[in-house]
């Protein structure tokens, strides 16, 4: 089973679209940080507690001295926030997947190495692993972007246009 390290824009969008509990479902052992976690808002952790309780979801808890340590070594965004940083941090431990939407954190973590994915691979992967249909996937996809315009729609027409036949 792969390993992946999620950013809190991978739940938001999840949770926004009423997706968050098919995500949990994937063949993927999910891991995210403290300062991601609490990123979310306080209705948004009590949803994503429940995973953490159920052991679908490993909180990392990193120092402040750990993130400055590796920023200072090993990041050459100055753009990156705690959070991103702490999200490749603990990829780098594992030797994880990054699950994540924003595009600094992509470029930085795609320049090291790393595999990137960002939510349309999650709605592809739910679907490979049929836990949703197309047609869900096209409303629920078409729904996420009506609320979050930093999707790359160019991307999302592709694949909505796709799923369709």
Not at 102 to 118: M, P, Q
Request: net charge positive.
């Amino acid at each position: 089973m792969a390993i992946a390290v999620n950013d809190a824009n991978i739940f938001i969008d999840l949770l926004e679209v009423n997706l968050i509990d098919t995500f949990f479902e994937l063949k993927l052992d999910l891991h995210t940080t403290n300062l991601v976690l609490n990123e979310l808002d306080y209705e948004q952790q009590q949803i994503i507690k429940k995973y953490i309780t159920k052991k679908r979801l490993t909180i990392k808890i990193l120092s402040d001295a750990e993130l400055s340590e590796l920023k200072a070594k090993e990041i050459t965004s100055s753009k990156l926030s705690k959070q991103d940083v702490s999200v490749y941090a603990y990829a780098k431990e594992l030797g994880a997947i990054i699950l994540t939407s924003d595009r600094r954190l992509r470029i930085e973590a795609k320049n090291k190495g790393f595999e990137v994915h960002g939510i349309l691979w999650v709605f592809e992967t739910m679907m490979a692993e049929k836990l949703i249909k197309p047609k869900k996937a096209i409303e629920k996809l078409t729904e996420l972007m009506k609320i979050n315009t930093w999707l790359p729609m160019d991307e999302c027409h592709k694949r909505i246009e796709k799923w369709s036949k």
